[in-house]
């Protein structure tokens, strides 16, 4: 109990921790390995049961719902300005495609007046 500030958020973080043990062990055979195994070896195969036994060890601590949501702006606002960052990039290539491409057309179109003078 010492772990959290109540039991409400104890049993929480119980659940949503048993929650991803448990689609880790639902994904173990599709070969993704996007979700974090259970941090304790245990001898209970159920999910809340071993999220209670990492929680007991300290592999598992609960974060505030305001500071998880400071953390999760900073990383979304990071990916946006990746993101934008990305498509200025894919937009500025094109342009650079066409201004070669009419520069070769230039060069071509004179190409041929040149040697009409000749």
């Known amino acids: 109990m010492h772990r959290t500030h109540s039991k409400f958020s ?13 689609s880790y062990f639902n994904q173990l055979g599709e070969g993704l390995g996007t979700m974090v195994p259970p941090q304790v070896s245990s001898t209970s ?5 071993i999220s209670f036994e990492e929680i007991a060890a300290d592999k598992i601590v609960g974060v505030e719902m305001a500071d998880y949501e400071a953390i999760e702006a900073e990383l979304d606002a990071e ?12 937009l500025d290539e094109p342009t650079a495609q066409a201004e070669s491409i009419t520069v070769e057309e230039s060069a071509a179109d004179e190409a041929p007046a ?3 003078n000749a």
């Not at 104890?10 to 448990?22: K, P, S």
């Open 45 to 49: 195969r159920k999910p809340l049961s």
């Open 114 to 116: 040149s040697e009409e």
């Open 10 to 22: 104890l049993v929480t973080l119980a659940a949503r921790r048993a929650r991803e043990i448990n």
């Open 79 to 90: 990916l946006l300005d990746e993101a934008a960052d990305d498509v200025v990039a894919a």
